[in-house]
């Protein structure tokens, strides 16, 4: 994967290869962003960076004086912003099969009593990763067919780990690991420790995370630390229409609701044709409206749809509260950039709800979808927000 392969990121992507190109990039790095950032297609794009040949040799040393002592003339040599994506290292690590370059994920036990590593899975990393660069943990472990088991990075692994890092280099300068989700490494992480610390010569650990408060303290400490934002919704509009052929109109208003997450704006335009509003109206109604009979019905069908589309119905009316704060606060300004249908919901929702019970609905909103993604019971979920919902709002009923 090359640079230019990666959404946005742009300032991000040149001090990368700035630091490289001046020999000041640390030995061990933690890419920190968010699910959908791009994170981990920065990490293996500076993967690849750092094996390309034509960047190794733009990096050599000058050549030295001449046998009858003339100094050579000086040359400046040009900045090289990504692999060239044609030597041999750059094909091979394009295809995630380069010698030098090891990765590391969490996986589940493969083989009945043998521990599970990585290298168990490596031909569906690869094929995951040509599929869907911007996945996330769930993607993996239902790519792997995990189904409900717990990913982890096992101390099996970690000793793999030091034992593939303490081997020479096959083919390049350089040995990269690039390891997937640290956050998944339990106390045996420490095993790492001295080999983070005191690596062999030449050996580069990118490390790429989501969540800084769930890695070792240990670990953390030994690494530098390069946060990855979330992506502009300019540049996920643009990769909508460039790369998934959206339609414009579609890519400009999924672009606004996926928050700079790229991967939940591939999967708003695969459900777009879904009707989260009246999903939406029907469950205010029951809550507000209708009473327990009507809610219990609708927790039963939402129920049925599972756990990525009830992701996605939370994640709307989180936008959808989003843009009321905005229409309140905004008034004609915001009204404008929205579409009438959406602006007009929202109205409704100001309506229902003041600002301090919209952010308690959001924290709650926040709250299930996280909860969902832990495998939570879906009706049990459902049903206990609706009466939250209910408290919160209960004294504003406005029939949507």
């Known amino acids: 994967m090359q640079f230019k392969d990666i959404i946005g ?11 490289m190109q001046e020999n000041r990039l640390a030995h061990a790095l933690l890419f920190l962003g968010k699910e959908g950032s791009g994170a981990l297609s920065l990490a293996m794009a500076l993967a690849q960076y750092v094996v390309c040949e034509k960047v190794n040799n733009n990096n050599a040393a000058p050549a030295g004086p001449s046998l ?34 090891h990765y590391s994920y969490p996986v589940v036990t493969k083989k009945p009593g043998s521990p599970p590593v990585s290298t168990d ?27 409900n088991k717990q990913g982890n990075i096992t101390a099996h692994e970690c000793n ?49 995370a989501e969540n800084e408060s769930m890695i070792l303290q240990t670990i953390l400490s030994r690494c530098q630390l390069v946060k990855v934002p979330m992506l502009e919704t300019r540049d996920i509009e643009a990769a909508l229409i460039s790369r998934n052929k959206t339609d414009a109109l579609v890519a400009r208003q999924v672009a606004q609701v996926s928050e700079g997450n790229y991967r939940e704006a591939l999967q708003q335009v695969q459900h777009a ?31 049925k749809l599972g756990r990525e589309k009830q992701k996605q119905f939370l994640r709307y009316f989180n936008h959808l509260l989003e843009q009321a704060v905005r229409l309140r606060v905004l008034e004609e300004t915001a009204g404008q950039l ?3 249908r959406e602006k007009d919901f929202a109205n409704r929702l100001n309506k229902i709800a003041g600002i301090e019970q919209q952010q308690a609905i959001i924290e709650e909103l926040d709250k299930a979808a996280y909860y969902i993604e832990r495998n ?11 009466i939250k919902l209910y408290h919160i709002i209960r004294d504003k009923v406005v029939m949507l």
């Open 121 to 147: 899975y490596i031909t569906e990393w690869r094929e995951f990763m040509k599929a869907y660069p911007y996945g996330n943990v769930y993607d993996w472990l239902q790519f792997i067919g995990a189904e």
């Open 68 to 101: 009858f002592g003339e100094e050579p003339e000086p040359v400046a040599k040009p900045s090289i912003y990504d692999s060239c994506g044609e030597c041999a290292a750059c094909v091979k690590a394009a295809q995630y099969a380069h010698p030098d370059i």
């Open 338 to 340: 929205m579409p009438e």
């Open 273 to 303: 044709d879904e009707d989260w509003q009246g999903l939406l109206r029907e469950w205010l109604n029951a809550v507000l409206k209708n009473g327990p009979v009507a809610q219990t019905k609708w927790v039963d069908e939402i129920n």
């Open 9 to 19: 990121q742009e300032t991000l992507k040149k001090e990368l290869a700035d630091l």
């Open 376 to 386: 939570a019971n879906g009706k049990m979920l459902f049903h206990a927000l609706t």
């Open 160 to 208: 793999e780990i030091i034992r593939k890092l303490n081997l020479k280099s096959f083919e390049s300068v350089y040995k990269v690991l690039v390891m997937w989700l640290p956050e998944y490494l339990g106390n045996e992480g420490n095993k790492l420790l001295k080999l983070i610390e005191e690596p062999p010569a030449n050996t580069l650990f990118i490390l790429v």
